[in-house]
């Protein structure tokens, strides 16, 4: 079956080897095999952490092997510096700004000839600018960051200007087909007048369970020790993620808005706010004084035959963040645990909505999803 | 937006402009603008239906414009013949046997240089000659139409050769983003396990009604006047067109079987097949005979706190398609109506899988999805 298949080398520059970007590597050596039968080989030319950046000696010829590859992921996991991974040769090391430059040089080099996908898994808002030079070099971007694509609307234009050159499939639902199947339907033409969702597998969990009578602070604190949540659980608790999910959606429908525009109910109000108590006395204080809330909200929405969600909606001029009372026995509705749901309302999805559904987290799934992208780029380089 | 775009040409070539193709004509024609702005163009360069191909005077450079295609449109539904539009000049017309060397010719010409997607929008095993010798001239494949995919394996072989210019979206739940879901989680590195699917919204809607508690006789041919199945219901009810789905995500999943191998359960028996009586009998006496098995099974499943669905199902060494019994509160279980629904289990979703819902049938949704393909392909050419 591969008879006739040219073979592809596809140079990957990866920002960001924590969690989802270590996973990353972890897959693109589990799959070389399962690539290669299919005419593509993946060469990571270097990968940048917050302190330093390691590339291979000759950037143009050469990618990290396996075995170096799993010392970076052994090396992150145990949050070691790059630095250590000198010992093993062929590789270079360049901390903060000349990294910054090496990274330019690197997609200058690349850019319009092989091309070269820059990976962003991070979780900055520091990526922006390197990126949107990478953009003018002729690189392709992956992104798993959603910040690069929140920014402001300049920004955002500048990175897609060119947007066969451009994949974020794992900033909305991890590796969930949202962004595809979005991009999908637009690209037939069929208008799409709403989309509604539930899109952070925390609140999702915590939502579901308080429906089944346990109490808003106690639910919480347990996803917090499953590791559900953030450190600090208000990161979930705000929306700001969801929203940020939301922006993107809306801005791929063409929309031309910013976060700013984005209505955000908050699951707490300002007096249990970062700026106002400790982590700490949030979980000891604030969190309990919203129980009583959340329970009568759960239960007016029961007395009329309705569950709350927390989801995001993008319809007419509308895109709103926040609680949410739906049928129980619309897809959202009938969601349990932490899993993810879109629908997707359009002229051929109008009675019943197009649904996605599935594991929305989790660095394994969101990394798969990043993988997905950088396949899916190379039919630019046949 | 569109700064930096560079414009692409598609010239497509459609055989079948029946429900399917002539639908796709229209999508054309209402997304032209839409596709311009993101530097498509698609241009038409030839129609082929069972009896001749009419193609523009000057393949190289031509295409047909909007008022000619919505002509077409308005032709076909009329069930007029293709030679009709030779007064709109600026056309040619071949036959047959003719017919097929120009499209050879055609693919020759465009193939290898701009590209050509040759869109088969039939319903034919006759396509997949001529679809194998454009593929060896360079061309791209779109399928709407199940058959070349479900012949021996070695023509699948010879389709799928170079496959990134193949996409068969439409083959499996209409325009529902199945196939390229699959493609992404093979593509990651996450293997799949599981594949379970209601892929026809004929049988969906029909066990859905029937738990409901109404006979399976006063069903089907409620849905035949519904014009949910086809003339003769027997063509669903026999499970061929979800077994051929079903062998089109066996074989991406790189099971080299073929439909032999599947084992499909029909829902009526030999004794009443297009052998040995004709559909006014079939629908007169054959069908009432169906109820009390059907009902005794639906009972059954109830009893166990089950459902009965039409399903397909791949896993470990089964291809099989036919009624299982499910929980209610899976995907599967909940189905309601002419919903399509697939599940797909693999690493990333196994506790719960990634679900995949929606309309899964109609010539305007199958239409969607051959056009999104299209604009896919056209990455290639860039």
Same mark, same amino acid.
């Given at each position: 079956?591969?008879?006739?298949? !040219?073979?592809?080398?596809?140079?990957?520059?990866?920002?960001? &080897?924590? %969690?989802? %970007?270590?996973?990353?590597?972890?897959?693109?050596? #589990?799959?070389?095999?399962?690539?290669?039968?299919?005419?593509?080989?993946?060469?990571?030319?270097?990968? *940048?952490?917050?302190?330093?950046?390691?590339?291979?000696?000759?950037?143009? !010829?050469?990618?990290? $092997? $396996?075995?170096?590859?799993?010392?970076? &992921?052994?090396?992150?996991?145990?949050?070691?510096?790059?630095?250590?991974?000198?010992?093993?040769?062929?590789?270079?090391?360049?901390?903060?700004?000349?990294?910054?430059?090496?990274?330019?040089?690197?997609?200058?080099?690349?850019?319009?000839? !092989?091309?070269?996908?820059?990976?962003?898994? !991070?979780?900055?808002?520091?990526?922006?600018?390197?990126?949107?030079?990478?953009?003018?070099?002729? &690189? &392709?971007?992956?992104?798993?960051?959603?910040?690069?694509?929140?920014?402001?609307?300049?920004?955002?234009?500048?990175?897609?200007?060119?947007?066969?050159?451009?994949?974020?499939?794992?900033?909305?639902?991890?590796?969930?087909?949202?962004?595809?199947?979005?991009? *999908?339907?637009? +690209?037939?033409? $069929?208008?799409?007048?709403?989309?509604? %969702?539930?899109?952070?597998?925390?609140?999702?969990?915590?939502?579901?369970?308080?429906? $089944?009578?346990?109490?808003?602070?106690?639910?919480?604190?347990? #996803?917090?020790?499953?590791?559900?949540?953030?450190?600090?659980? *208000?990161?979930?608790?705000?929306?700001?993620?969801? #929203?940020?999910?939301?922006?993107?959606?809306?801005?791929?429908?063409?929309?031309?808005?910013?976060?700013?525009?984005?209505?955000?109910?908050?699951?707490?109000?300002?007096?249990?706010?970062?700026?106002?108590?400790?982590?700490?006395?949030?979980?000891?204080?604030?969190?309990?004084?919203?129980?009583?809330?959340?329970?009568?909200?759960?239960?007016?929405?029961?007395?009329?035959?309705?569950?709350?969600?927390?989801?995001?909606?993008?319809?007419?001029?509308?895109?709103?963040?926040?609680?949410?009372?739906?049928?129980?026995?619309?897809?959202?509705?009938?969601?349990?645990?932490?899993?993810?749901?879109?629908?997707?309302?359009?002229?051929?999805?109008?009675?019943?909505?197009?649904?996605?559904?599935?594991?929305?987290?989790?660095?394994?799934?969101? +990394?798969?999803?990043?993988? #997905?992208?950088?396949?899916?780029?190379?039919?630019?380089?046949?």
């Amino acid at each position: 079956m591969t008879e006739g298949i !040219t073979t592809v080398t596809v140079p990957v520059l990866l920002l960001g &080897c924590g %969690g989802v %970007g270590r996973e990353l590597l972890h897959h693109i050596v #589990a799959s070389r095999h399962l690539h290669s039968k299919r005419g593509v080989v993946l060469r990571v030319v270097g990968v *940048r952490d917050s302190r330093s950046l390691l590339q291979v000696e000759d950037v143009a !010829t050469m990618g990290f $092997d $396996d075995a170096f590859l799993t010392e970076i &992921c052994r090396i992150k996991s145990s949050s070691s510096s790059l630095s250590a991974l000198l010992d093993f040769g062929h590789c270079q090391l360049f901390k903060d700004s000349e990294a910054t430059t090496k990274i330019l040089d690197i997609a200058g080099l690349l850019g319009r000839t !092989t091309g070269l996908s820059v990976v962003d898994c !991070t979780a900055s808002t520091e990526t922006v600018g390197i990126l949107k030079e990478t953009v003018d070099l002729g &690189c &392709c971007i992956v992104l798993a960051n959603k910040k690069p694509l929140t920014c402001g609307i300049d920004d955002y234009d500048k990175l897609i200007s060119n947007i066969r050159r451009i994949r974020f499939e794992s900033t909305v639902g991890a590796g969930l087909p949202v962004i595809v199947s979005v991009t *999908r339907v637009l +690209a037939s033409g $069929d208008p799409i007048y709403r989309i509604i %969702g539930s899109l952070s597998g925390t609140l999702g969990y915590v939502m579901s369970e308080v429906e $089944d009578g346990k109490s808003f602070s106690k639910v919480v604190l347990a #996803a917090k020790s499953l590791g559900y949540t953030e450190p600090d659980p *208000r990161d979930d608790l705000s929306g700001m993620d969801v #929203a940020r999910k939301a922006l993107i959606l809306a801005r791929l429908l063409g929309w031309r808005i910013n976060m700013d525009d984005i209505q955000v109910d908050s699951l707490y109000s300002n007096e249990h706010g970062p700026n106002s108590m400790s982590t700490e006395d949030f979980l000891r204080i604030g969190l309990p004084s919203l129980d009583r809330d959340v329970q009568e909200r759960v239960s007016a929405a029961s007395s009329r035959g309705k569950v709350l969600r927390y989801v995001c909606v993008i319809e007419g001029s509308r895109c709103q963040v926040g609680l949410q009372e739906l049928p129980k026995d619309s897809p959202l509705g009938r969601l349990r645990g932490s899993d993810n749901v879109v629908e997707i309302y359009s002229r051929c999805y109008k009675d019943s909505p197009l649904v996605i559904q599935g594991a929305g987290a989790g660095n394994d799934t969101t +990394a798969a999803g990043v993988l #997905a992208d950088i396949i899916d780029l190379q039919d630019l380089f046949h």
